[in-house]
T-cell receptor, first 109, second 116 residues
Framework: RKEVEQDPGPFNVPEGATVAFNCTYS??????FFWYRQDCRKEPKLLMS???SGNEDGRFTAQLNRASQYISLLIRDSKLSDSATYLC??????????FGKGTRLSVIA | DTAVSQTPKYLVTQMGNDKSIKCEQN?????MYWYKQDSKKFLKIMFS???????INETVPNRFSPKSPDKAHLNLHINSLELGDSAVYFC???????????????FGPGTRLTVL
């Protein structure tokens, strides 16, 4: 079983829609969680960290459920520019970041 | 103004050749990394250097040898290239050792390596 699992998609949604992605992680010792965004043929960029209490950044909301070992990302009012692959990333202790395979989102006009 | 830069952007070569990829960061960061993203899109760390010292060395064949001449540069040399080495190689850097949550990693644009 992969340490971080994501539905690869693609999720095809119309502009203005709300879309949510989930990610599950297998190691209960994981302590830190992040969402990265990777555009086609580009480098990954940090979108947001995920905190236990949940956090919001504009149209993006991240949630963490430690009991069920999953992380979610909610995007409201989708824009065409949100089209990208969203990578779920976990970290435990002094170990390197572990990336999921990513979920591809296409926002359609 | 590029924060983390890599050269070359594309590299096409024959099996058995030796090649190098260069990375430079102008962010003043102490730590640099090499990642490999294969055709299945998994992004996996290979190496990490902090102030020219190797701190992470994941299970990577000996054919891969990183070199850090100074803390702003981390190069990757690959000997005897194999078909399975075809991937996108990303360099990244962070202020700290990448161990704290706040050590955001900034990625370079990637080097797309194709081994024929």
């Amino acid at each position: 079983r992969k340490e971080v699992e994501q539905d690869p998609g693609p999720f095809n949604v119309p502009e203005g829609a709300t879309v949510a992605f989930n990610c599950t992680y297998s190691n209960s010792a994981s302590q830190s969680f992040f969402w990265y965004r990777q555009d086609c043929r580009k480098e990954p960029k940090l979108l947001m960290s995920v905190y236990s209490s949940g956090n919001e950044d504009g149209r993006f909301t991240a949630q963490l459920n430690r009991a069920s070992q999953y992380i979610s990302l909610l995007i409201r009012d989708s824009k065409l520019s949100d089209s990208a692959t969203y990578l779920c990333v976990v970290k435990r202790g002094n170990t390197p970041l572990v990336f999921g395979k990513g979920t591809r989102l296409s926002v359609i006009a | 103004d590029t924060a983390v830069s890599q050269t070359p952007k594309y590299l096409v070569t024959q099996m058995g050749n030796d090649k190098s990829i260069k990375c430079e960061q102008n962010l003043g960061h102490d730590t640099m990394y090499w990642y490999k993203q294969d055709s299945k899109k998994f992004l996996k760390i290979m190496f990490s250097y902090n102030n020219k010292e190797l701190i992470i060395n994941e299970t990577v064949p000996n054919r891969f040898s990183p070199k850090s001449p100074d803390k702003a540069h981390l190069n990757l040399h690959i000997n005897s290239l194999e078909l399975g080495d075809s991937a996108v190689y990303f360099c990244a850097s962070s202020q700290g050792r990448g161990l704290a949550d706040t050590d955001t990693q900034y990625f370079g644009p990637g080097t797309r390596l194709t081994v024929l």
